[in-house]
């Protein structure tokens, strides 16, 4: 596996643009023990470029890129700063804040992760009344960023998958306002359908900037938008 890219250069462009690459797509046949919607997923894979270029570069996850992309965007992750990834498995989030320089990155998801070096690995449900003081602990003060990727197993019936996405963002958010320091930053993953708009009210109350992004690597099909918040006022 190739060694992910070093933390970024001033001037120097995302790495993400490895995967803008185009290649001839690749058809499947229909198994029999295959279903029409893992072979729509599977061929999907097959052909999605950030896929590709995620292997080849040795990062965890295509959704790496999609860090990468809001960094360059809002230059989120800084030396020295804490970081903490909620729902972090597989871990490519994490590998994206330790390869661009920050001080200290604490990943946390209910799954196990493999070890990743420069990675403290808190193992559990990050909405558990004690987490906020487990984490504050180990990181030896608060966080000036919390990132969340999570996402719900999907339903395949939109509003309910909408709703299930923005109450876990909230509840991210609940997280963020415990353990951020003054100045500090908060990213979460949302679904588009009006109800992400409820999340806007309370961010604006305790962070000077609140906006939404897509990344360039969310697929176009794709309803999910980020929330970027930054300039935290303090609890």
Request: hydrophobic fraction near 40%; glycine fraction near 10%.
């Amino acid at each position: 596996m190739t060694k992910p890219p070093g933390p970024r250069k001033p001037g120097e462009k995302a790495s993400a643009s490895a995967a803008t690459t185009r290649g001839l797509r690749v058809s499947l046949r229909t198994a029999n023990k295959r279903s029409p919607a893992s072979q729509r997923w599977l061929e999907r894979q097959l052909n999605d470029p950030y896929v590709a270029a995620a292997q080849s570069q040795g990062w965890r996850s295509r959704a790496a890129f999609k860090l990468i992309e809001l960094d360059e965007k809002y230059t989120l992750l800084r030396p020295g700063m804490r970081v903490v990834d909620l729902g972090a498995a597989p871990g490519g989030w994490s590998q994206v804040a330790v390869q661009r320089g920050v001080g200290q990155v604490v990943a946390m998801d209910l799954l196990a992760i493999d070890p990743l070096e420069g990675v403290t690995f808190l193992q559990g449900d990050f909405h558990d009344a004690d987490m906020p003081a487990r984490l504050m602990a180990l990181m030896g003060g608060k966080a000036d960023l919390v990132l969340s990727d999570i996402a719900p197993n999907t339903t395949g019936h939109g509003p309910t998958d909408h709703l299930r996405i923005v109450a876990l963002a909230e509840l991210a958010l609940d997280f963020a306002i415990q353990t951020l320091a003054p100045g500090g930053a908060f990213v979460a993953k949302v679904f588009q359908g009006g109800s992400e708009k409820q999340l806007l009210a309370p961010m604006k109350k305790v962070f000077t900037t609140v906006r939404h992004a897509k990344p360039p690597a969310s697929r176009k099909d794709s309803s999910e938008l980020y929330v970027v918040a930054t300039g935290f006022r303090g609890s």
